[in-house]
């Protein structure tokens, strides 16, 4: 199979990941078979610490996120060394490795894919943080966004 055929469909898909440095991206992405995952705390918690480590992020900044049973939203900001496609496959892949590594398996921890939609210069990225962040209770995991463990805000640090 001609690799070029494999790579054109995504970048006709994926227009975004030409704008460059500086962008706000909204993505999420589900678990594999929609799986809740992540009610298991021992993965939830080998998750989340993947999310925090500087190879994943490179240049780009991981603003905001939450991970809910079968689903991660978050909040990033595209570095200059990165494509969104790319940045997202990392994340996913050394999410994943850490998830199986915590689980003693090997498999499928993500769906295939993702959603990500470009903030406009006119949004304000505070309300959808806010609004990500709050995902943990609209799902009816907790009643306040401090009950639940799984989220992290970089205004807090």
Known sequence: ?????????????????????????????????????????????????????????RTSRLLCWALLPDRWHGLVRLGGL?????????????????????????????????HERALRPDEDCFALAREIVRQPVRAGLCRRVGEYPFWDASWLA
């Open 82 to 114: 990165d494509s969104l496609p790319i940045l997202v496959a990392r994340l996913k892949a050394v999410a994943a490795g850490s998830v199986n590594l915590a689980a003693a398996r090997s498999g499928a921890v993500w769906a295939r894919g993702y």
């Open 1 to 57: 199979m001609d690799i070029r055929t494999c790579i054109e469909p995504v970048h006709v898909r994926r227009r975004c990941d030409a704008i460059g440095e500086g962008r706000i991206y909204r993505i999420d992405f589900g678990t594999a078979g929609q799986a809740s995952t992540f009610d298991d705390w021992t993965l939830a918690c080998a998750a989340a610490r993947a999310f925090g480590e500087p190879r994943v992020w």
